[in-house]
């Protein structure tokens, strides 16, 4: 990243952590004038939904940390091209779409932040109106910038481009490895074995650590709707249709965590021991338990089912994964 572009990005990240302040300052303000219930979320037309402890109007500055912390994560890593983009442009082009990519990761983190300031707004004046519209148009705002951005990127990528080398003298079989190789993974080239093998590790079991504090979080209010407290030490199961002991919400870790641990134990000793595709297949299966096992845990915290479109797309990328380790290892000398 160029001084050009760190100006900005550092404005823009002193801008998000300014919010996040904002947030603890002027809930903290209000405090004393909250009820012991306050209106803590907001249904689809603006009005209050759920009244709880006033400990959760903290809900939000959990959230706006969690994105500061991305952002800074992800621009970090582009920032300083820890990930390998695969850019065959010029020098200006990559500084180009780098900055670029970093600018648009703050712009929407800023106005993801600022929805989750709206939501403090809301909550420490007990005004639900606040978030009937504003925050749609502020994350119709982010999409577009999001799009804005990968045109641009797109548009420097066809300017900037390299001229291409005299043309490989490759066969038909690799030809037809390639060609399976893009359609698994969008880039038809082998990969680099240890490219993102700590980014991977990093980004997994910190996305374990989240899920985790945010479910016991909220494990407090649930069921949400039992304002009777009918249910008490329960937690509803959409995918059932009945209520059943609390501690299952955390059934998607208990079954995703011990696998993780697995394939983390393989790609530490197929990395020692030099078997560098075992050790991508590890990484990939770590990553895709890691994802699914969070997003299966936000939908049981919500009280949400399940669904078998998610399902069957993990089931596909495992299947994926281990299709692309048998075919990166046929493609390449024995192992040791």
Not at 52 to 69: C, R
Not at 76 to 89: A, H, N
Request: glycine share 6%.
């Amino acid at each position: 990243m160029n001084r050009k572009t760190a100006v900005p990005h550092r404005i823009l990240q002193a801008l998000c952590l300014a919010g996040f302040v904002w947030q603890f300052v002027f809930y903290l303000a209000h405090w004393s004038s909250l009820p012991d219930e306050p209106g803590i979320h907001f249904a689809s037309d603006g009005s209050f939904d759920v009244y709880a402890s006033k400990i959760y109007g903290f809900y939000p500055h959990l959230i706006t940390l969690i994105v500061i912390i991305a952002d800074l994560v992800l621009t970090w890593v582009v920032g300083k091209e820890k990930l390998k983009l695969g850019l065959k442009v010029s020098e200006k082009g990559k500084q180009l779409i780098i900055g670029s990519m970093v600018i648009v990761l703050d712009l929407v983190a800023l106005c993801i932040e600022l929805c989750f300031c709206l939501w403090v707004y809301a909550v420490s004046t007990q005004e639900p109106a606040v978030m009937d519209k504003a925050p749609g148009y502020v994350l119709i705002a982010a999409g577009c910038i999001a799009l804005a951005g990968v045109a641009f990127q797109c548009t420097v990528n066809a300017v900037c481009r390299e001229k291409p080398a005299e043309a490989e003298n490759i066969s038909s079989g690799e030809k037809r490895m390639r060609r399976l190789r893009f359609l698994l993974t969008g880039n038809a080239e082998r990969s680099e074995p240890a490219k993102h093998h700590n980014l991977i590790r990093i980004v997994s079991w910190i996305a374990v650590g989240i899920i985790t504090f945010i479910t016991a979080f909220g494990l407090e209010r649930l069921p949400k709707d039992d304002l009777a407290d009918k249910y008490h030490g329960l937690a509803y199961f959409a995918n059932f249709g009945d209520y059943y002991a609390k501690w299952l919400v955390f059934l998607p870790l208990i079954t995703m965590v011990p696998f993780m641990a697995l394939f983390e134990f393989i790609g530490i000793r197929s990395k020692k021991k030099g078997r560098q595709q075992l050790m991508i297949l590890a990484d990939r299966l770590k990553l895709i338990f890691a994802v699914f096992g969070s997003w299966w845990e936000l939908q049981l915290i919500s009280e949400l089912p399940v669904g078998t479109v998610s399902v069957s797309i993990f089931a596909v990328l495992c299947i994926g994964s281990f299709v692309l380790y048998f075919m990166e290892k046929r493609g390449k000398a024995p192992e040791n």
